[in-house]
């Protein structure tokens, strides 16, 4: 009963490297999104996808690019980090897709990171 | 004007009080509201859906206020287990988002 599963969990990166976090989901959902949560901001979208091999922009891309070529896996990719990405990432899947109806999001358990 | 806007308190009160949360959603064509549970640095947690005027469940009811465009979250009888961050959501199919309010801190204090 694994749900959504996020990692790594914790990493540290010196500016300028790059990494890649793991979303992997076994409830065969559709939708897949990946956020980023700063005090005081709430957690923000960076890139989302409908289905396997589909991807789109959130409301904070820059800097990021993602890859669904699984339906149960997405990844987020840092091609080189900035100290301005230090956050905690969390990625959320669904069955349905905002506004209509259940569209209950499934998180995983976040990722620290810190680039300095 | 965000899409999505909470008090973000902190809200301290004793165990057994009554405290409710705001939060004003600005798409008057939202049609389903959430709140979300999130303790300190783990990932949010789904706590009551809206669809309608509201939903009860337990200690915890979710009223919609739709002319006003807001959704109250009220929790009745504190527990020392309900300190947490409370999110508010509002999903759009336009944009396929998922819109997240700041939260809402408490503390229940023994």
């Known amino acids: 009963n694994a749900g959504v599963t996020q990692t790594p969990k914790f990493r540290v990166l010196k500016t300028g490297q790059s990494m890649t976090l793991l979303c992997a989901q076994d409830?065969?959902?559709?939708?897949m999104y990946w956020y980023r949560q700063d005090p005081g901001m709430g957690l923000r979208l960076i890139h989302y996808?409908?289905?396997?091999?589909?991807?789109a922009k959130g409301e904070v891309p820059d800097g990021y690019n993602v890859s669904r070529l699984k339906k149960q896996n997405f990844l987020l990719g840092l091609e080189s980090a900035a100290p301005s990405q230090t956050s905690v990432y969390f990625c959320?899947?669904?069955?349905?897709?905002?506004?209509?109806?259940?569209?209950?999001?499934?998180f995983g358990s976040g990722t620290q990171l810190s680039v300095l | 004007r965000k899409e999505v806007e909470q008090d973000p308190g902190p809200f301290n009160v004793p165990e057994g009080a009554t405290v409710a949360f705001n939060c004003t959603y600005s798409?008057?064509?939202?049609?389903?509201f959430f709140w979300y549970r999130q303790d300190c640095r783990k990932e949010p947690k789904l706590l009551m859906s809206?669809?309608?005027s509201g939903n009860e469940d337990g200690r915890f009811t979710a009223q919609l206020n739709r002319a006003s465009q807001y959704i109250s979250l009220l929790i009745r009888d504190s527990k020392l287990s309900d300190s947490a961050t409370y999110l508010c959501?509002?999903?759009?199919?336009?944009?396929?988002?998922?819109?997240f309010g700041t939260g809402t801190s408490l503390t229940v204090i023994p």
């Open positions: 959320a899947s669904s069955y349905r897709p905002p506004g209509q109806g259940n569209e209950k999001l499934f």
């Open positions: 409830m065969n959902h559709e939708y």
């Open positions: 996808s409908v289905g396997e091999g589909t991807t």
């Open positions: 798409n008057s064509a939202s049609q389903s």
């Open positions: 809206v669809y309608s």
């Open positions: 959501v509002v999903p759009r199919l336009r944009g396929n988002q998922f819109y």
